[in-house]
C-alpha cells in the first residue's frame, strides 16, 4: 500500500526541504521570532518623543528668535507701540499720547464697559481695550515703531496704505492723561497718503523733510515715532510700509496695528461721552 501523497504547502510557507529559503521568503508562523513587549513600547516612545520635538512650539521666545536668525528667515524684528504704551527712558516718561480718543459705533459703549482708567502712567492699555470693543482711534494714530535688524538692510522709502469703510453714526471717548510730546516725528497723511519728517527743533521756517531712509548694521535698532491724521470725514483702515532691501531682496515690512491695519475715524463731529460710575454708565457730556 503506498503512501499518501505530501499536502502542498500553506501560503507563505518556507521551503519544504530545510532551506531558508530566497529574498521575500517569510517564516513559519511558529518560527517567526517574537519582540518582547518592553522593546515595542519603548520603540513606540522614541517615535512619539522624535514626533513631539518636531511638533512642539519653542519652550522659550528666545529659542525661537536664535532659530529665525540662524535660518534667516526672519531678518528682523519689529515692535509698535500705540498712545500711551509710547514711553521712552528708563523712568518710562510719556512721550506720545495722542491716540487717546476714540470713537465707537453708536451702542457699542454701552457694551464695552468702563475704559482703562487713569493711573500713574494714564489710560495704558485703552487703545486695545477700544479695539476690542469695535472702536478706532479718533482724527488721530500716534506711536511708535523701534525696527532691529538681524541682517543689514537699507529701508529707502515708506508708502501709505488707505482702505475706506463706509461711514457709521458713533460716540467718541477720550483718556483724560497725555499729549503730544515729540519734537522729531513722521508726520503721516492719510487723505494725501504722503509721510514728512518733522523737526520742530530745526531753525524757524525749515520745510519738513519728504525724504524718509535709513541703513541699519545687523544687531543695530531704529525708533520710528509716528502720528497720523485725516482731515476729512472718513473713516479708514491704514497702515504703513518701510520699502527695503535685505541680502540684494527688496523686502517689504508693515507697520501695523499687531498684525492688521490700524482704524480711524475722523471729521464727524460725534456725540462724546463719559463713564460715569455708580450705575449710571456711559452718559454724553453737557
Not at 514711553?87 to 495722542?98: E, L, P, Q, Y
Request: hydrophobic share 35%.
Amino acid at each position: 500500500m503506498s503512501d499518501p501523497p505530501p499536502s502542498p504547502p500553506r501560503p507563505g510557507a518556507g521551503p519544504t526541504d530545510g532551506s531558508t529559503g530566497g529574498r521575500g521568503s517569510a517564516p513559519d508562523d511558529g518560527d517567526r521570532p517574537r519582540r518582547p513587549r518592553a522593546a515595542i513600547a519603548w520603540s513606540l516612545g522614541i517615535v512619539a518623543a522624535a514626533l513631539a520635538a518636531v511638533l512642539a512650539p519653542p519652550v522659550q521666545s528666545g529659542l525661537q528668535d536664535v532659530f529665525e536668525a540662524v535660518t534667516g528667515k526672519h531678518p528682523y524684528t519689529i515692535d509698535v507701540r500705540i498712545g500711551e504704551e509710547m514711553v521712552s527712558g528708563k523712568d518710562r516718561t510719556f512721550t506720545a499720547s495722542a491716540a487717546a480718543r476714540f470713537w465707537f459705533p453708536h451702542g457699542a459703549l454701552r457694551k464695552a464697559g468702563p475704559a482703562p482708567g487713569p493711573s500713574p502712567l494714564g489710560c495704558y492699555g485703552s487703545h486695545e481695550w477700544a479695539a476690542a470693543n469695535r472702536g478706532a482711534d479718533y482724527e488721530t494714530t500716534s506711536g511708535d515703531v523701534v525696527i532691529t535688524a538681524r541682517k543689514a538692510l537699507v529701508v529707502r522709502s515708506l508708502r501709505v496704505e488707505t482702505e475706506v469703510l463706509p461711514a457709521e453714526v458713533g460716540d467718541t471717548t477720550a483718556c483724560p492723561i497725555g499729549g503730544f510730546l515729540e519734537t522729531n516725528y513722521l508726520s503721516v497723511d492719510l487723505d494725501t497718503r504722503t509721510a514728512t519728517l518733522i523737526d520742530s527743533t530745526s531753525a524757524e521756517g525749515a520745510p519738513p523733510s519728504p525724504y524718509f531712509g535709513f541703513q541699519l548694521d545687523a544687531g543695530k535698532s531704529e525708533r520710528i515715532v509716528f502720528a497720523a491724521r485725516s482731515g476729512q470725514e472718513k473713516r479708514l483702515r491704514w497702515k504703513l510700509v518701510l520699502e527695503a532691501v535685505i541680502d540684494g531682496d527688496r523686502v517689504d515690512i508693515p507697520i501695523d496695528d499687531h498684525g492688521k491695519p490700524f482704524e480711524l475715524v475722523a471729521g464727524r463731529n460725534p456725540l462724546n461721552t463719559d463713564w460715569v460710575p455708580a450705575g449710571s454708565g456711559w452718559v454724553p457730556d453737557n
